[in-house]
């Protein structure tokens, strides 16, 4: 047994922003800027980070970039109002409502709502059903899954003719669409979720495993087959206890130290899938600004 490669998601995603980029600054010859516009609602301090993130890397691109931070209470009118500004706003090439919301809003009309062709978030039906087709160059991809489909390639290649691959969890995020990406390339695919009986027989038969549960390191080494490549989408955060302290930090779905020495490649939590996730924004965004061109 020997430790598994790492897979550095934060050098990939850098390379990914590099070439974005690029291609920005030839959109721009063109009198294209690509505009990106996000959605705050309340003051959820994950969202917070992430939302800064995300504002931070569209400006490192060169897009024109706005947030708007709208209170926790606002209504539902408000919300549909300002996103039909933005689909009629020519400026703006890709629309995101940061999720959770809070309780008494609608998240389907909310999502519903934002124009197919300026749903970088993938969550449109529309962009749903061309995914569940088979018709991956035309859909937007939701960012999470896209970005561990690219990692994933990186190790194992485009096609997974032959592989098992298991994928935990079944939200409409990051587990169904992940499924549709993993079959589009080939894959035998298995969605297990909370009431799937016998998790570990299960994913000890897959070549290839995506973590996307929110249950801080559940999948141990012995959870594993030899060889295996390991996505972690998991964020958790747990306290430990470090020099008599207790200190929070961020872990991934997966036992780390376990599975590394059972799988050959591995995302680490911080580092993995999260700056892929941000990459595949700014990848969906810059697509859709090109499109917006072709019209
Ligand atoms: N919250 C957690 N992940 C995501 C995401 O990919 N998109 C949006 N809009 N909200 C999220």
Redesign the pocket.
Same mark, same amino acid.
């Given at each position: 047994m020997s430790e598994a490669k790492l897979i550095d998601g934060k050098l990939k995603a850098q390379e990914l922003t590099d070439k974005i980029k690029q291609s920005t600054s030839d959109l721009k010859s063109n009198g294209i800027v690509p505009g990106l516009a996000v959605v705050i609602i309340g003051e959820d301090p994950a969202s917070q980070v992430?939302v800064r993130n995300k504002k931070r890397t569209a400006e490192a691109c060169g897009f024109y970039s706005v947030q708007h931070d709208l209170p926790e209470n606002v209504d539902q009118s408000e919300v549909l109002d300002l996103i039909n500004k933005l689909n009629n706003d020519d400026q703006i090439h890709g629309i995101?409502?940061?999720?959770p919301l809070p309780k008494h809003l609608d998240e389907q009309e909310i999502t519903q709502t934002i124009a197919p062709q300026k749903d970088v978030?993938g969550f449109h039906y529309v962009n749903i059903g061309q995914l569940s087709a088979g018709e991956v160059e035309q859909a937007f991809v939701?960012? #999470?899954p896209a970005g561990c489909m690219l990692m994933i390639e990186d190790h194992v290649g485009k096609d997974l003719s032959g592989m098992h691959a298991v994928v935990i969890g079944r939200s409409n995020?990051v587990g169904k669409p992940m499924a549709n990406l993993l079959l589009k390339a080939n894959a035998t695919v298995t969605i297990c979720h909370s009431r799937t009986s016998d998790l570990e027989s299960i994913t000890k038969t897959a070549d290839i495993v995506v973590a996307a549960v929110g249950r801080a390191e559940m999948v141990k080494g012995e959870h594993i087959k030899d060889g295996a490549v390991v996505i972690d989408v998991g964020i958790n955060r747990v306290e430990v206890e470090e020099h008599g302290e207790t200190k929070s930090k961020l872990t991934g779905d997966v036992d780390f130290n376990s599975a590394s020495m059972i799988a050959s490649a591995i995302t680490p939590v911080p580092g993995g899938v999260g700056p892929m #996730?941000i990459a595949m924004l700014m990848f969906n965004t810059l697509r859709a600004a090109k499109f917006s061109d072709k019209k």
């Open positions: 992430y995101l409502v940061q999720l978030d939701p960012c #999470t995020i #996730t």
